[in-house]
Structure formats: C-alpha cells, structure tokens
C-alpha cells in the first residue's frame, strides 16, 4: 500500500500557507486536498472513522479579482488549546487583537478526514486544454444533467459549526458514520450559499473498502491539519483496480506511465533471461 507523507509547518513562517495561489497551485496543498463543490453540485464521499477536530476560527473576508467576495478562515493560535490546557500552536493570534470586530471574534468549524469517491459538476472539464485532462462523463440523475469528475482518494472534508450539528444529529441515529456514503452538496439562493450533507443513493462498481481500511491506519493527524502544523498532504488516488492501482499526489501522470513503463520493462528482461537459463 502506498505510504503517505506530510509538509510541516516553519514556525515564524506566519500562517504557515503560503499565499492563496501557492495553495491552488500546489497539488500537495492542503486546500488541494479538501472536498470542494460549487453550487448546483455535489459530491460521494464515505466518512474516514468518527473523528474529527472542531476548532475555532477567524472569518477574513475577501475578493477576488473578478470581484467575487469570499471569506477565508484562520485558525485561531490563542483559543485553540490542547488537551492539557496548551495552545496547539506557539504563534501569537495576529487577528484577535484586529480592530474590525468580524475579524477578531471566531467561529467554530469542523475537519475531519473522508474518501472522496466523485463530484457530480454542473459543466463538463473546464480544463480540457490541459495535457492529460479528459472529459467528464455525461450523467442524468432525474431531470438534470451532471458531468462526473472521478477522484478515489482520501481528501479532507470542511464544515460550519451549523453543517457540523446537522452531521452529529445523522451520527446519533447511526452506529457508525462510516456506514453510509453521503452526498455533499453546494446550493446558491440569491446571494446565500448553503452547504448540506444527505445520505447518498449513488451506486459504486467499487466501494474501496479494503483501500479505505488500510489508508486510514496511515492518515495525518487531524489536529495538526486544522492547525496548519501540516501544511502538505501526498495521498493516493485509486484506479479502478483498487490499492494494486494507485498515483501518488506529487507523481504526474507522465511520472506514472514511466514507471508503469519501467516496470514492464525489467519484467520482461526477467522473463527473457529466465527462458535463456531454462
């Protein structure tokens, strides 16, 4: 099975993030490796054990270029503490003593580790000029149409405090979250955009059970996630074979196909000197 690594935190490095186009462009970003749906789409994804960390976080708006507004959220070094007592982190909260009031106070949110099966987009592969992108296949799921991204591997789930309550109501009427798939799904009314979590009726070819089993025993610790003490994730992303079919996060597919290549290779050298030995 694949083995996964991480990229620490630099303390003294401030968020330990990097800048927001660092992250989008890093394939072992943690923001790379977080479940994410736009509105009018959904994902599949199977919860990766009970646990999680619910910490609390500052709201620092934003914009992008084309004038779309967004909020990041901050983890919060002051009122994060461990369970001893201590801050999770050394660093000083920059953004508790911030004048703007909606900077400074915090809110709760939820990380937990979940297998990300697909997401069901609205569009088809906007990236199809890309080398080695390919089209989305074509779904109807009742009256709509939806183009299927297929991902197969561990990624980090995000949620509200208010999406987090709706989950833990969903876990007391279950013996385990890990008994049922889930749709997460993205809604935009006029200027609201909810999020949502509902049992899934998606069939699988293949659930990846004994895949999911055998990463979960190696994931990085949540807690150190949510307190950007790990700032890097490489994980595997399963073929349709399962754990015998794998590409790491930091292997192009390129690097994959020369492998597979190599492979091939030294087999059939093996097989040939052993026909000349015979």
């Not at 708006?61 to 982190?89: I, S, W």
């Not at 969903?170 to 509902?198: A, I, Q």
């Not at 794998?246 to 052993?274: H, L, W």
Request: glycine letters at 6%.
């Amino acid at each position: 099975m694949p083995k996964i690594s991480v990229g620490t935190y630099v303390q003294g490095s401030g968020s330990g993030s990097g800048s927001s186009m660092d992250e989008i462009r890093n394939p072992l970003s943690v923001w790379r490796n977080t479940v994410r749906v736009r509105p009018n789409e959904y994902a599949v994804i199977k919860f990766m054990g009970e646990g999680g960390d619910l910490s609390r976080y500052h709201n620092i708006p934003g914009m992008t270029r084309d004038g779309a507004r967004f909020t990041k959220y901050e983890y919060c070094a002051r009122l994060n503490l461990g369970t001893e007592g201590q801050q999770v982190r050394e660093d000083s909260c920059t953004f508790c003593v911030s004048a703007d009031d909606a900077i400074s106070n915090t809110t709760e949110r939820f990380l937990a580790w979940a297998f990300h099966y697909g997401t069901f987009h609205s569009a088809q592969n906007p990236r199809l000029d890309r080398d080695g992108q390919e089209p989305w296949d074509e779904i109807r799921r009742g009256q709509k149409m939806f183009y299927r991204e297929t991902v197969r591997k561990p990624q980090l789930f995000q949620a509200s405090f208010t999406l987090y309550k709706n989950l833990e109501s969903k876990r007391e009427m279950m013996d385990s979250l890990t008994d049922r798939n889930f749709d997460y799904s993205c809604m935009r009314v006029t200027d609201r955009t909810t999020y949502s979590l509902d049992y899934s009726d998606t069939s699988l070819t293949n659930d990846y059970a004994s895949e999911i089993q055998a990463v979960e025993r190696d994931l990085p610790d949540i807690e150190s996630i949510a307190a950007k003490l790990i700032t890097e994730i490489d994980v595997p992303q399963f073929g349709e074979d399962g754990k015998d079919s794998y590409r790491m996060n930091s292997q192009t597919p390129q690097q994959v196909a020369n492998e597979e290549s190599a492979f091939t290779n030294m087999t059939a050298s093996q097989t040939k000197d052993e026909e000349i030995n015979d």
